[in-house]
């Protein structure tokens, strides 16, 4: 199946994707017990092959290329009912320079076709609609794992725009900035989109972090979890 990418964006990442779909392995499953203390485990910053472990009250788990600086709620950055974490990498003040949002029941279930088992066709004719109605430079239908698909794409610099209503785009605006964007489902049926905040150019290298993050995200075990940091508890006191 052919990837739509316009050339220019694909000569940009055409590196940056080959490097990360090299990374890509599944995430061993760990227990209940290390994930409760994964969110400690911050190593070296300047690695990007996922050395902080975050841990979501929403019931996931990925790898950071580093410890975030801060984390918000979804809500807090779109101000509506978005469900979800922005993970902030760098900031100036209220700026956010460089995050990953991540959202969960991101997209309908019934709308979104299932990426694993979608015919090649239709997956073609998915992706050619959706990269003309949502102002996508380049979209494609790539493995995160080797089990599980995801749509990623990069937003269009140049986005069309109708002015006066009447369905027939007039003109054209400039975004300021461009972001990368993922969305995929996890095994236990999470609807899950990623988007990669990178201002004010969107680098290589954080695009290839970032699709490393995205292969990595997995369901956690909340009840496991929770028994877990109980019983830690319980061994702290009797200490």
């Known amino acids: 199946m052919r990837n739509l990418w316009k050339k220019n964006i694909a000569k940009v990442f055409a590196v940056g994707l080959a490097m990360t779909a090299a990374a890509w392995l599944p995430l061993q499953a760990e227990a209940a017990e290390e994930q409760a203390n994964a969110g400690q485990q911050a190593e070296n910053p300047a690695n990007t092959k996922g050395v902080y472990s975050f841990v979501s009250d929403y019931g996931y788990t990925m790898l ?55 015919s090649e066709k239709d997956a073609e004719t998915y992706l ?53 964007v993922a969305f995929f489902r996890t095994s236990q049926g999470k609807r899950i ?31 496991a979890l929770k028994k877990a940091m109980e019983e830690r508890a319980k061994q702290g006191e009797k200490k």
């Open 193 to 223: 989109a990623m988007h990669l905040i990178d201002n004010p150019v969107l680098r290589k290298e954080s695009v290839s972090a970032f699709q490393y993050g995205a292969s990595t995200l997995r369901d956690l075990d909340v009840e």
């Open 64 to 118: 950071c290329p580093f410890k975030p600086v801060g984390v918000i709620s979804a809500g807090q950055l779109y101000g509506d009912d978005r469900k979800g974490d922005v993970l902030i990498f760098e900031n100036e003040e209220y700026n956010i320079k460089h995050a990953w949002v991540v959202l969960v029941d991101a997209f309908d279930n019934k709308a979104v076709p299932d990426f694993n088992t979608i």
């Open 128 to 180: 050619e609609k959706l990269m003309h109605s949502s102002g996508y430079e380049g979209i494609s239908l790539i493995n995160i794992t080797k089990d599980n698909r995801a749509v990623f794409g990069i937003t269009a610099k140049e986005v069309e725009i109708d002015t006066d209503g009447d369905g027939v785009m007039d003109t054209k605006a400039t975004a300021e900035t461009q972001e990368a």
